[in-house]
């Protein structure tokens, strides 16, 4: 709608036009995923204000590190922007909110609102496909001609959160376990049961459409450090024995393995594995 198309609409009050360009803009951001990629994991040299750097020996200056940056953004679309001064002042202030960037194409007359990945509230998503390069990679690269015999420190990556797909868990040796060889900062851990189609494959295009957890279940595995163990928590008040092949595939795979990776981290960590039922498109 825009005031050419209904003639009526500057004649609105003020309060009720922001309230309708607001009703065009995208829904909140929620679970926002960002589908893993390869080449992530990248050496960076400290610098001399940072907690480990070394003024003595500049052979323990380097961290291989989980460089979130690199990942593909995500692309919004915000018709409201163009459409004339006083959408584009609303639709402004929801980019701010949202911590979009505007970015001007050389191939394209209009500008694409854009997300990057932001580790305090967005979730990693691995695929089924790339689980393997994703467990292997932080090694592999190591061998690689600039890293091979360098003296590294491997801090964990930022994001705390991962979701992946539901057959990996029955498909896949401990997968759980190998989180905590690289990934030794995860909290959570989603496990998705239906995983749609044609979900973006892992291109040199650099933008992804826009994906979220769905259906998130109020029940999920968490580590209780008191007694050392996982367990059921609800959130949902329900009781009796749990139904669904989720959940048992939940249990098959955290076994003591899992439990000897979780107490070795120490105190004041937490951690805990949520089903949902599916991923969305925007």
């Known amino acids: 709608m825009t005031p050419s198309t209904f003639t009526l609409f500057p004649n609105l009050p003020p309060e009720l036009r922001d309230l309708i360009w607001r009703h065009t803009l995208p829904p909140n951001i929620q679970q926002a995923l960002y589908i893993y990629r390869r080449g992530c994991w990248q050496p960076r040299y400290l610098q001399e204000d940072e907690e480990d750097y070394s003024p003595d020996d500049p052979a323990l200056n380097l ?12 692309q919004f679309d915000i018709p409201a922007f163009s459409v004339n001064r006083e959408a584009q002042s609303i639709a402004s202030a929801w980019i701010k909110e949202h911590k979009l960037r505007i970015r001007c194409p050389m191939h394209s007359p209009s500008p694409i609102f854009v997300r990057e990945f932001d580790p305090e509230l967005d979730t990693l998503y691995v695929p089924h496909e790339r689980w393997d390069e994703f467990v292997r990679e932080p090694l592999d690269r190591q061998f690689d001609a600039d890293l091979l015999h360098r003296n590294l420190s491997c801090p964990p990556p930022k994001f705390t959160r991962i979701a992946i797909d539901e057959s990996i868990l029955g498909n896949e040796p401990e997968p759980i376990v190998e989180f905590f060889e690289w990934y030794t900062s995860l909290e959570e851990l989603f496990i998705v049961s239906d995983v749609p189609a044609g979900l973006p494959g892992d291109d040199n295009i650099m933008v992804q459409p ?13 580590w209780s450090e008191n007694r050392e163990k996982l367990e059921w928590e609800r959130q ?27 107490t070795e981290r120490g105190r004041g960590n937490c951690f805990r594995i949520r089903p949902a039922s599916s991923i969305v498109c925007r």
């Open 63 to 74: 961290n291989f590190e989980f460089h979130h940056a690199l990942l593909k953004v995500v």
């Open 236 to 262: 949902d008040g329900s009781t009796g024995a749990l139904r669904g092949e989720v959940y048992s595939l939940i249990e098959e795979n955290s076994g003591e393995k899992l439990i000897e990776k979780l």
């Open 210 to 222: 826009r994906m979220e957890l769905d259906g998130m279940h109020r029940i999920s595995y968490t």
